[in-house]
T-cell receptor, first 113, second 113 residues
Framework: AQSVTQPDIHITVSEGASLELRCNYS??????LFWYVQSPGQGLQLLLK??????LVQGIKGFEAEFKRSQSSFNLRKPSVHWSDAAEYFC???????????FGTGTSLTVIP | DTAVSQTPKYLVTQMGNDKSIKCEQN?????MYWYKQDSKKFLKIMFS???????INETVPNRFSPKSPDKAHLNLHINSLELGDSAVYFC????????????FGSGTQLSVL
């Protein structure tokens, strides 16, 4: 069965510190992986995606994620967090076609000065 | 101009009522979706339409009926509302059914009393 697990419900980091949000997936076919960010009162915005090729993908706002097939993981990272990064982050897995996307339960990020 | 707009933003109603949520996208996309986000932030797909044709219908009570009068609109009608229907409902669109990039609306927070 397809599923996405984000083990950290809530993370607090200091501004300027590095960040890593964990994501593990289970998918029966070749996974296509995504990270979305949801700011308060807003819809979800795509940060980055992985289909194939280089396992380290760059996204918007200085985020990157690394696909590790052996660990079924797709962790999101940022070297230096800004206060505006405080939001909810969702990992998702899906097929390139068929419009089936499975989301994790999200990780809430708090950034302290 | 808002790319994906949904109305109303907030909806408070009593059990047993019938209500509708409207969604419109001005991106010229072929595919539209409804997602439900529960209190634990879990985002789950409900329906997907491609050019007014239903292509995804997850396990959703038949009290929920989507309607797509044209490819720019996907409305969600809910009959006999129940307490468990309280959630945030997100509309989304993508260029076509093979496009993984979803554009989300800002959500409709439904509270059933």
């Amino acid at each position: 069965a397809q599923s996405v697990t984000q083990p950290d419900i809530h993370i607090t980091v200091s501004e300027g510190a590095s960040l890593e949000l964990r994501c593990n997936y289970s998918y029966g076919a070749t996974p296509y992986l995504f990270w979305y960010v949801q700011s308060p009162g807003q819809g979800l915005q795509l940060l980055l995606k992985y289909f194939s090729g280089d396992t380290l993908v760059q996204g918007i706002k200085g985020f990157e994620a690394e696909f590790k097939r052996s660990q079924s993981s797709f962790n999101l990272r940022k070297p230096s967090v800004h206060w505006s990064d405080a939001a909810e982050y969702f990992c998702a897995v899906g097929a390139r076609t068929g419009n089936q996307f499975y989301f994790g339960t999200g990780t809430s990020l708090t950034v302290i000065p | 101009d808002t790319a994906v707009s949904q109305t109303p933003k907030y909806l408070v109603t009593q059990m047993g009522n019938d209500k509708s949520i409207k969604c419109e996208q001005n991106l010229g996309h072929d595919t539209m979706y409804w997602y439900k986000q529960d209190s634990k932030k879990f985002l789950k797909i409900m329906f997907s339409y491609n050019n007014k044709e239903l292509i995804i219908n997850e396990t959703v009570p038949n009290r929920f009926s989507p309607k797509s009068p044209d490819k720019a609109h996907l409305n969600l009608h809910i009959n006999s509302l129940e307490l468990g229907d309280s959630a945030v409902y997100f509309c989304a669109s993508s260029r076509n059914r093979g496009d993984e990039k979803l554009f989300f609306g800002s959500g409709t927070q439904l509270s059933v009393l």
